[in-house]
C-alpha cells in the first residue's frame, strides 16, 4: 500500500506530464506574424511541392510616405517547417512580359508535369486595362520566362466596364488533369485551360452568387468539397461559398476571415502540409511605415467543422508553430 507521501508524489508527476508537454509545445518556435521582416510582401500564394513549402508574393515598394501600389517584381520564399523561411533571388519580374508595362499584382504559382507555370495580374501595354500572363520554369524557384509571348487574358475578353477587373489569377487542377483557371476583380470568372496550361480551352464564365465579391479568389479541396474563397466589400473581408463540384453551384456559407488589421486589402491562400491546413494572408503591420499600401505576409492555422465547413481564422501575432 502506497504511503501518503508516495500518493502526492505520484499525483505531482501525473500533473507535471501535461504541463511538462505543454512547456515543451510553447517552446517550439514559431513564426511570429508578419513571417517576412525585412520586405514588405502581399497578394501571397503557396505551393506544396517535395516536403517544401513555397511562398510567392507580390513586392510594395512604396516609398513612405506616399499612399499608391508600386510593384514590380515578384518575391519568393521557402521553408520545410513554416516558420523559417528561406529568400531566393526574385524568379519573376514585370519585365519578363514584354507586352505588359507595369504593376506586379497577386499572382499563382501551380506544377504540372514537371514543370512550373506561374500566373500574374500586369497591366498591358498596349491594350487599357489589367491583363493576365503566363510564365514558366523547370523549377519553383525560377528564374521564369514568358510561356506565350501574348497575354493569356485581356481586357477586350471580359464583360465588365472597368479597367482592373482582369486580376488575382487562381489555378486548379483536378486529379483527372483538367485545370481551371479563376480570377478577377467586381466579377468573378472561370474558365478550362488547355493541357499546356497556356491558352484558354472554351468559353469564360461567371460565378454569379457570391455575395458582395470584389476579387481574390482561391479555389482549394478537402475531403470531397471544393472551397471558393474571396475578398468581399471594403476594406476586405474574406468570405467563401462550397460546392461538391468545381463548376458549382456554389453555396455561401459566410465569412472566413476578418479586415486584416491596417489593410484595406484582405489576398489568402490555402495549403495543407504536413498534416495541418494554414490560412496565408497579408495585413499592414510590419513597422514602421506598414500600412495598406505596405503590406505583409502573415500565416495563421486554418480548421474544418466535421461537416465540412471551415471555422473563422483566428489572425495572431504568434504565427504558427514549427511543422514536424
Same mark, same amino acid.
Given at each position: 500500500?502506497?504511503?501518503?507521501?508516495?500518493?502526492?508524489?505520484? /499525483?505531482?508527476?501525473?500533473?507535471?506530464?501535461?504541463? =511538462?508537454?505543454?512547456?515543451?509545445?510553447?517552446?517550439?518556435?514559431?513564426?511570429?506574424?508578419?513571417?517576412?521582416? +525585412?520586405?514588405?510582401?502581399?497578394?501571397?500564394? =503557396?505551393?506544396?511541392?517535395?516536403?517544401?513549402?513555397?511562398?510567392?508574393?507580390?513586392?510594395?515598394?512604396? &516609398?513612405?510616405?506616399?499612399?499608391?501600389?508600386?510593384?514590380?517584381?515578384?518575391?519568393?520564399?521557402? #521553408?520545410?517547417?513554416?516558420?523559417?523561411?528561406?529568400?531566393?533571388? #526574385?524568379?519573376?519580374?514585370?519585365?519578363?512580359?514584354?507586352?505588359?508595362? +507595369?504593376?506586379?499584382?497577386?499572382?499563382?504559382?501551380?506544377?504540372?508535369?514537371?514543370?512550373?507555370?506561374?500566373?500574374? /495580374?500586369?497591366?498591358?501595354?498596349?491594350?487599357?486595362?489589367?491583363?493576365?500572363?503566363?510564365?514558366?520554369?523547370? #523549377?519553383? !524557384?525560377?528564374?521564369?520566362?514568358?510561356?506565350?509571348? #501574348?497575354?493569356?487574358?485581356?481586357?477586350?475578353?471580359?464583360?465588365?466596364?472597368?479597367?482592373?477587373?482582369?486580376? +488575382?489569377?487562381?489555378?486548379?487542377?483536378?486529379?483527372?488533369?483538367? =485545370?481551371?483557371?479563376?480570377?478577377?476583380?467586381?466579377?468573378?470568372? *472561370?474558365?478550362?485551360?488547355?493541357?499546356?496550361?497556356?491558352?484558354?480551352?472554351?468559353?469564360?464564365?461567371?460565378? !454569379?452568387?457570391?455575395? @458582395?465579391?470584389?476579387?481574390? &479568389?482561391?479555389?482549394?479541396?478537402?475531403?470531397?468539397?471544393?472551397?471558393?474563397?474571396?475578398?468581399?466589400?471594403? &476594406?476586405?473581408?474574406?468570405? %467563401?461559398?462550397?460546392?461538391?463540384?468545381?463548376?458549382?453551384? *456554389?453555396?455561401?456559407?459566410?465569412?472566413? @476571415?476578418?479586415? =486584416?488589421?491596417?489593410?484595406?486589402?484582405?489576398?489568402?491562400?490555402?495549403?495543407?502540409?504536413?498534416?495541418?491546413?494554414?490560412?496565408? %494572408?497579408?495585413?499592414?503591420?510590419?513597422?514602421?511605415?506598414?500600412?495598406?499600401?505596405?503590406?505583409?505576409?502573415?500565416? +495563421?492555422?486554418? %480548421?474544418?467543422? &466535421?461537416?465540412?465547413?471551415?471555422?473563422?481564422?483566428?489572425?495572431? !501575432?504568434?504565427?504558427?508553430?514549427?511543422?514536424?
Amino acid at each position: 500500500m502506497k504511503t501518503a507521501f508516495q500518493a502526492i508524489i505520484a /499525483a505531482a508527476l501525473l500533473l507535471a506530464a501535461p504541463l =511538462a508537454a505543454l512547456a515543451q509545445a510553447s517552446a517550439m518556435p514559431s513564426a511570429g506574424n508578419p513571417v517576412i521582416k +525585412d520586405k514588405y510582401t502581399a497578394d501571397p500564394a =503557396a505551393l506544396v511541392h517535395n516536403g517544401t513549402v513555397y511562398l510567392y508574393a507580390g513586392h510594395d515598394e512604396a &516609398p513612405a510616405p506616399e499612399q499608391r501600389y508600386v510593384m514590380h517584381e515578384w518575391l519568393c520564399y521557402s #521553408s520545410t517547417d513554416m516558420v523559417h523561411w528561406k529568400e531566393h533571388p #526574385s524568379p519573376l519580374n514585370v519585365k519578363a512580359f514584354a507586352w505588359a508595362k +507595369d504593376d506586379a499584382w497577386a499572382s499563382q504559382v501551380v506544377e504540372r508535369g514537371g514543370k512550373f507555370y506561374w500566373y500574374a /495580374a500586369v497591366e498591358h501595354g498596349s491594350m487599357p486595362g489589367k491583363a493576365i500572363g503566363v510564365a514558366v520554369s523547370d #523549377s519553383p !524557384t525560377g528564374p521564369f520566362k514568358d510561356a506565350r509571348g #501574348s497575354a493569356l487574358v485581356t481586357n477586350n475578353q471580359t464583360e465588365s466596364k472597368i479597367m482592373w477587373d482582369d486580376i +488575382d489569377p487562381t489555378v486548379f487542377i483536378e486529379k483527372s488533369g483538367q =485545370a481551371y483557371l479563376f480570377w478577377g476583380n467586381s466579377h468573378c470568372y *472561370w474558365a478550362k485551360l488547355k493541357a499546356n496550361m497556356t491558352e484558354i480551352d472554351g468559353e469564360i464564365h461567371q460565378v !454569379t452568387n457570391l455575395p @458582395n465579391y470584389t476579387e481574390a &479568389p482561391w479555389v482549394h479541396q478537402h475531403n470531397g468539397w471544393y472551397y471558393l474563397s474571396y475578398a468581399c466589400q471594403f &476594406p476586405e473581408k474574406i468570405a %467563401y461559398v462550397m460546392s461538391r463540384s468545381i463548376m458549382g453551384p *456554389w453555396v455561401f456559407k459566410g465569412l472566413l @476571415n476578418e479586415v =486584416a488589421g491596417n489593410s484595406n486589402t484582405n489576398h489568402q491562400a490555402i495549403i495543407d502540409f504536413k498534416g495541418q491546413s494554414y490560412f496565408v %494572408y497579408h495585413n499592414g503591420s510590419l513597422p514602421t511605415d506598414g500600412g495598406s499600401f505596405r503590406r505583409s505576409v502573415c500565416i +495563421d492555422y486554418l %480548421y474544418y467543422n &466535421p461537416n465540412g465547413t471551415l471555422k473563422r481564422v483566428v489572425m495572431t !501575432t504568434e504565427g504558427v508553430r514549427a511543422a514536424k
